[in-house]
RNA sequence: GCGCCCGUAGCUUAGUGGAUAGAGCGCUGGCCUCCGGAGCCAGAGGUCGGGGGUUCGAAUCCCUCCGGGCGCGCCA
């Protein structure tokens, strides 16, 4: 829809003869609710128009007075303050929002593009721990943003199911383990053998080449050796499967490492043929010091290739293959200079779409301050987080509302999206400190408020006899009191909030747009009656609450929450 | 040593050059004969890490220092 701010941009911008978009950028939310719905700081216009800022908030405050969509524009100092008609916005924006959510969300800027999203991307063999869920949920709600914005998506699970690592897990299995005991916990088993092997490799060094060794004979193709590798994959993806289905994560292509084992001398060749490999202590390398970053290693000095060459040829057969014309990936902030070094590589090797790979940095999670260790054992499941925070949310409602339908479906909903919105509400650079007290805490700025706002939503509108994919029209807002003037005009942002969230490849500003969303329909619900209204007032009430449910439906599915009805 | 990121209330944080720095948790005190109290309201709590600068205006931009994190060729 158009937005307020474009209404003023363009009727300021005819006034004072300056560019629309020099205006728009100036426009915001004035501090006071009293001072007016939009601002326009006049400083900036002082210098160019030889006049002073007070003069000209002046003039465009008697200029304004005029436009239709707004009630009133006074001059405050070098600002201009506007408020909206409120009946007339306050029908406007209801209406959309009941006629077409998603268009009222999305202009889809993005329709035509085909997005590859590279997320989630755990180690096969190894823990599903709670730092993977930032890359899982940031990266599952991009690919939704993205989708939302217009744009074709492809997520990608890029399995850690090759290296080095595995010729550890396979002696370790071969001398320590028991196929039952595996089947049983397959996970958490294989990590044991796995932190065992480490612990014995300190006093017994053979086991470190007895490990080269298998993986060695993976690599050519050994049975046995591919038969162990193979059956580690299908009983992690099982593992991992259960915790996506919790999650409520999909993935277009699970395409990990080994996939790309034969794709990588093609790029060598390539970056041969094109010169961009030197030698340099006993490897091939690509120069990169003119970017003041260091040489990106493409061939060790073994011979083997190595992530970097494995990377490469993942976004080449990304772009070419699946027909991606952006790359993103969330990945962690520790492999920030391997991106920098990697979308550099490309852009040498003559990609110019090279400039449209993101990485996605996000910050590390620890617990009690320390960095969780795979390889000391040292990790949280997030499976276990997950079926605490499950019970917790069965407990407070077995406390609340016991004779709930579904109790367990709807525990599940709360409970995962507890952990879900907790991990996406605040900025991903951030380090995390994980702590099950701030995950266990349905109260405040937390996922299951902003349920619980939508199941009371759900509950007036039940109570109206509302049917499911009901709308309700409004001719015209009769009285627009403040608090629902708060709540409309706050619906009315919904779309900028939402652009710069695709932008910016952040779903933390839409996790914090549903919260105030949702506090300002508390306020709303709290003081407004709605169903015990005049006729005319419950329509127009119930409207705006129909409204306020189908945005926070949408947004919470946009972050990967379920909206349960009742809770 | 070099590079990147972070530093805002006891804790977690919002804020992408504009008006009196907003929230949540925790703490204190209110609000269910009234649409769901996982809620609402109020209170206490801030030298926006320190110091310089740019600007009419800086938590925000630049410089510098301090504290923390992560990287810095054959792991991913």
Redesign the pocket.
Known sequence: MRTYKSVLAEHASRVLQVPETDVLA?I?Y???RE??DL?L?C??FARTLRRSPQEIAAELASALQSVDAFASATQ????V?VHFSRSQAAQAVVDQVQQDVDGFLSSRRLAGHRVAIDYSSPNIAKPFGVGHLRSTMIGQAIVRLLEADGSETVGINHL?DW??QFGKNIVAYLKWGDEEVVRQDPVRELLGLYVRFHEEAKADPSLDDEAREWFKKLEDGDERAVQLWQWFITESRKVFDETYRLLGVSFDYYLG?SFYNDKMQAVVDELRDKGLLTH????E?VDLSEW?M??C?IV???G?T??AT?DLAAALYRHDELGADRLIYVVG??????FQQLFKVLERMGRPWAGDCRHVAF??MKYNGE?LSTRRGKVIYLEDVLQQAIQE?KS??EA??PNLADKDA?AKA?GVGAVVFNDLK??R?????FRFE?VL?????TG??VQ?TH??A???LR?AGLKDDGKLTVDAYTQVDDLTWNLVHHLAQANEVFE?AVD?L?P??LA?YV?DL??HF??F????????AAAQLRQERLALTNACRMLIKKVLFLLGLEAPE??
Request: aromatic content about 8%; proline content about 7%; glycine content about 8%.
């Open positions: 100036l915001e004035p501090p006071n001072l007016g601002a700081p400083f900036r405050a100092g070098g600002y303050n850690g290296g080095t490492e340099s202590e006993g490897a390398v003041n260091p040489p290693i060790k000095s073994d083997a190595i992530y494995r902030s520790e492999q920030t200079l391997h910050g590390m960095r949310a407070i409602i609340k509302n709807v709360v605040n900025d650079m951030h380090e995390v400190d701030d805490n349905f109260d405040g700025e299951p408020y619980y199941a009371r759900c509950s007036v109570k710069r910016d952040d933390s500003q914090r919260l949702c506090h508390n306020r619900y709290h003081d407004v009656p709605i169903l015990s009742r809770m």
